[in-house]
């Protein structure tokens, strides 16, 4: 029978979670499967994965055929290069042990480069956080100067106001006498055209 490892869709739309099975290659993506071997959630970051490690190189070994998204997560779990290492074991290459020490320091190496993407993350979002929070703070900072402007603007437009007022009103005043004074200069003049032809 022809078997391949893939990943078979679980999860609502928007929101996908797979199970990585190995199952007959003609039967439906989300039908009938041999065996499930792990899941695979690539909604978070970095994605979760869950797989028996054993059952998945027994698989390989015997001729399953992954998928292409199934073998990237093989490779990124290790199950392919531990099929690598058995296949230099039953080649006479070196040892079970010495495959095995070699198996662990690269998963030791691969454990702390996830855990570097892990942190790293982490800080880009603190970091992110923090800026935002800063950015706030200028932002009411700037919103409490221009707060405290208004008033002291009002005030001197204000006093500017009565200061105009008392302007208007004085140029007012002085409009008057000399607008009474420019009356009474016609008016004597007028008289005294008055007298003029009664002599």
């Not at 015997?62 to 093989?74: H, K, Q, W, Y």
């Not at 008033?151 to 105009?164: F, H, L």
Request: hydrophobic letters at 40%; proline letters at 4%.
């Amino acid at each position: 029978m022809a078997t391949k490892i893939r990943l078979q869709r679980h999860g609502r739309k928007g929101k996908p979670f797979f199970h990585i099975v190995v199952a007959d290659s003609r039967s439906k993506r989300d039908g009938r499967f041999i065996e499930k071997i792990g899941t695979y959630n690539p909604i978070t970051n970095p994605a979760t994965i869950d797989l028996n490690l054993d059952r998945a190189v027994h698989w390989l070994m015997v001729g399953a055929e992954p998928s292409n998204t199934a073998r990237n997560i093989l490779s990124y779990k290790g199950a392919l290069m531990k099929k690598h290492l058995l296949g230099g074991v039953a080649k006479g290459a070196f040892s079970e042990e010495e495959a095995e020490k070699r198996f662990n320091a690269w998963l030791e190496e691969r454990t702390q480069a996830v855990e570097n993407k892990k942190t790293g993350l982490a800080q880009a979002k603190d970091s992110a956080k923090a800026a935002a929070l800063e950015a706030e703070k200028k932002k009411a900072e700037s919103r409490v100067a221009v707060e405290e402007e208004a008033p002291a603007e009002e005030a001197e437009a204000a006093t500017g106001e009565t200061a105009v007022e008392e302007a208007l009103a004085a140029e007012a005043t002085e409009e008057t006498p000399a607008a009474e004074a420019a009356d009474e200069t016609p008016a004597a003049e007028a008289s005294s055209e008055e007298a003029a032809p009664e002599e």
